[in-house]
């Protein structure tokens, strides 16, 4: 799990501590990804004015010698930097293990890129930002996905060379959208449907105006091809589209150019997710790029389950869908059932709109109808499946530094 933090607006020591909760909770799977600072509506809001560029990076830097010092330094310490002056400084407790979540830094600037190699463990970088930033009239296919993989390769071993040199390892992400279907057309159908026939235009004119890119100073043949190719590309990462054995090549390849690892999302994470697991994942097990799942492990990884969870997937026709969880003390006679449910409304394409979570508490498990019924108003009668699975598995991420 990856926590953002905008240096300038959270003092270290107050995230230090919040982030070092979050890790003993997560019993070590808790990351930082720090962020210098970008959108300048976001410091508007907390009446924060932003710094120069390359500053930005220079006041990061003292806020993660801090933020290091409280996790791993000494019992006490001053600090006196040029941005942070510390006195007498106690931080506790430290975080899981007698170790330090992983940090990882995004950007593409020469600054950002220097500050990631001097202090973090990964680098996240855009397989696309360039393409869309330097798209002509063309567009999207105006370079081959090949061409971006070889690009991408040579970006990667020249960021480990760099990082090699200051006698520091750092791991490389990505980011991009998965659609995925049991058929190539099906999947390349639906991707035409929702980052084509139903673009988030106002999205994706905010996201170039943020990189300066508006109608104002940019020509109209060229603007409109960097619309069209954040679109295609949806809004700024790569496109997965296609079958199971298709999107776990695409994913594979990513691995060949020395990826280690991506954050992708999906157009409807209720419908998509469980088909995801069930489909694609083992395929990247056997090809070596991910520990196979054990047998005792629920069959999407939801959310973590000890023995006394059960993990529900309620299924339902247009309008709606659901994924749910229930907790059950299985030594109560009349068991006490929370119901944590996460859903989104369905358009007559299966589209997903806006999603919800509420958590529902009740008496017995004979009341989740009902209750579904009142609280989310639809007709109970609609349940056409529940399938509950138990699981005793406990998840351990990658141990860190």
Known sequence: MFGTVHAPLFHPLIAAKQMVTADLVGEGRFGLNIVAGWNESEFEMFGVSQREHDERYRYAEEWLDVMMLAWTGPEQFDYD?????????RAKPKPFGGTRPLIMNAGASPACRAFALRNCDAFFTSLSSARIMKAEPGGYAASSDIDLIELTAQNVAGIKAEAQAQGREIEVYTQGQVICRRTQKEAEDYYHWANVENAEWPAIDRMLELHNVTAANTAPDVLQSKRRTMALSGIGGRPYVGTPDKVAEDMATLARAS???????????????????????????RMGLRAARTATRNRCSYGVLTPIYYFLLLEMPAPASW??????????????V??????????????????????IRIESAGEVLPVLHSDLGVEASALIAVHVVRSSASFHGPRRM
Do not use: M
């Open 81 to 89: 930097g040029r941005f942070l002056k510390l006195k007498e400084v």
């Open 323 to 336: 994924a749910a969880f229930a907790r059950v003390d299985p030594a109560n006679p009349r068991p006490r």
């Open 259 to 285: 990826l280690r690892g991506i954050a992708f999302s999906f157009v409807n994470f209720v419908k998509d997710a469980p088909f995801f697991c069930a489909e694609v994942l083992p395929r990247l097990a």
């Open 338 to 359: 929370e119901l944590f449910l996460g859903y989104q409304l369905l358009d007559d394409r299966q589209h997903a709109g806006t999603a919800h979570l509420t958590v």
